[in-house]
């Protein structure tokens, strides 16, 4: 459930229209819904209810500084995976002892300012990471808490670009070199172990990859312990999928994820560490844009639009699916017709839509993509010299601009011209 709604024919974020929006900060941007965003976090929460746990937001999916002090304030903390994200969740008021570390390849740098900050855990990838973090950790006299991120060679179930949990994945240790891994990390001095870490990708809509990986991990916990390491945190990871087709779409539940949890690892007497992006924040959120041109092309129609690939680059690099709605809500059975939406940027990829049934749009008409929240804004960039576009916050019946558009003049100012060419 989200808080965008029609009312009185507007779309509306809250209590707030958006086509008022639109035209205070003008097309395109993107809105996020604060009580959605409150909600999924509570979601999560009740899910787990029971068992002690946390929610570590995974900041990947939508790190603006506002949307990340509304989770934080929710209770949650962070899954980050590079020092800018660190920095980012302690400025948006993160305690650092809710800060998990993820990420496949952290520097020396990232390492040393984690320590410093004293997070709670890395969530380590790869013995040679292991043996750098214990490096850093025993030169600054301290010891790094720790979970290794297992491969459990499980098949999510899900698009390749964004599955993680199988052999040929670039992620984790294999499964069956964590024991002997685990070993080595007990002999560290700057490492502390207090955990298994796995997470098997994203968009995951079954949760039968859930329960085989959980109860891999559960036999891998027993097993450890047997060896003498201290397990008292399992970290699942996240990948909860979202209805992105609402018509015929409906994924598993929090709550059904939570009862997985609980049958699998619930009665090891660990502390559960979750790490949700998406379903936090992914329908938190809409892209809102305005039809520049209609134009009819050889037996199709066009909706040539102000956002383009560069705003939301999903469809294009994931063939991934937005519901698409006019801002102005159509009468009662209003006729739909298939028409193709697309961006101006200078190639075929920039196409959100293929031959989607939606009621006439004109030149001029706002439309908004729904589940944008997540990997929307963040996985933006300024391809064709198109500015970042402005992110705003609803809270109920206020709204404010959490992101303002650049000008011109301040994307053009990070650039320099060398001397020798002056
Ligand atoms: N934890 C780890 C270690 C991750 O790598 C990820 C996502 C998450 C948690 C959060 O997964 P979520 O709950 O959001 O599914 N850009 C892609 C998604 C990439 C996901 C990467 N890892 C997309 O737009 O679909």
């Given at each position: 459930?989200?808080?965008f ?6 779309l ?7 086509a ?13 819904s ?9 979601v ?14 995974a ?5 603006n500084?506002?949307?990340l002090?509304v ?5 949650a ?31 020396a740098?990232e ?8 997070i709670?855990?890395f ?19 301290l010891r790094a ?11 999510a ?8 949990g ?8 294999p ?7 685990y ?8 490492i ?7 997470h ?10 859930y ?7 559960r ?15 399992l ?18 539940l ?20 979750v ?11 809409v ?10 092309g050889?037996?199709r129609?066009?909706?040539i ?16 699916w ?24 200078c ?12 009621p006439?749009?004109?030149a001029?008409?706002?439309v ?5 929240g997540?990997?929307g804004?963040?996985?933006s960039s300024?391809y ?10 609803v ?28």
């Amino acid at each position: 459930m989200d808080h965008f709604d029609w009312r009185g024919g507007a779309l509306h974020a809250e209590d707030v229209d958006l086509a008022e929006i639109a035209a205070a900060v003008g097309t395109p941007f993107y809105c996020y819904s604060t009580a959605t965003l409150e909600r999924h976090v509570r979601v999560f929460d009740e899910a787990l209810a029971g068992m002690p746990h946390l929610v570590c937001y995974a900041m990947k999916a939508n790190s603006n500084l506002a949307v990340l002090r509304v989770v934080i304030r929710a209770g949650a903390g962070c899954d980050v995976v590079s020092g800018g994200e660190l920095r980012r969740a302690l400025a948006a008021g993160c305690p650092a002892e809710k800060i998990v570390f993820s990420g496949v390849g952290k520097t020396a740098e990232e390492i040393a300012l984690a320590l410093d900050a004293g997070i709670r855990q890395f969530n380590v990838e790869s013995e040679p990471e292991l043996v750098e973090i214990d490096r850093i950790a025993r030169e600054k006299g301290l010891r790094a808490p720790v979970a290794l991120r297992v491969n459990p060679d499980v098949d999510a179930k899900t698009h390749a670009k964004i599955s993680t949990g199988k052999a040929e994945d670039k992620f984790g240790i294999p499964i069956s070199r964590a024991r002997a891994i685990y070993a080595a990390a007990g002999r560290m001095a700057g490492i502390a172990v207090v955990g298994i870490d796995v997470h098997i990708g994203s968009q995951i809509t079954t949760l039968e990859p859930y329960e085989a990986a959980f109860l891999k991990v559960r036999e891998l916990a027993l097993a450890l312990r047997q060896d003498g390491h201290d397990i008292r945190r399992l970290d699942l990871g996240g990948g909860l999928g979202i209805p992105y087709r609402r018509a015929n779409e409906a994924p598993p539940l929090p709550f059904d994820y939570g009862e997985v949890v609980r049958r699998t690892v619930g009665d090891l007497g660990c502390e559960i560490e979750v790490e949700p992006g998406r379903l936090i924040v992914g329908n938190a959120g809409v892209l809102v844009s305005r039809v520049i041109y209609r134009k009819s092309g050889e037996g199709r129609d066009f909706l040539i639009l102000d956002a383009a690939m560069n705003d939301l680059i999903r469809p294009a690099m994931y063939d991934a699916w937005h519901d698409v709605v006019p801002l102005r809500q159509p009468a009662p059975g209003a006729a739909v017709a298939p028409v193709d939406l697309v961006g101006p940027v200078c190639e075929s990829g920039d196409t959100f839509a293929r031959q989607r049934e939606l009621p006439h749009l004109e030149a001029g008409d706002l439309v908004a993509f729904r589940s944008a929240g997540a990997y929307g804004a963040v996985m933006s960039s300024e391809y064709n010299s198109r500015p970042l576009i402005p992110e705003v916050l609803v809270s109920g019946s206020r709204f404010d601009v959490v992101r303002p558009r650049p000008t011109y003049d301040e994307m053009l100012a990070r650039e320099r011209i060398p001397d020798w060419l002056a």
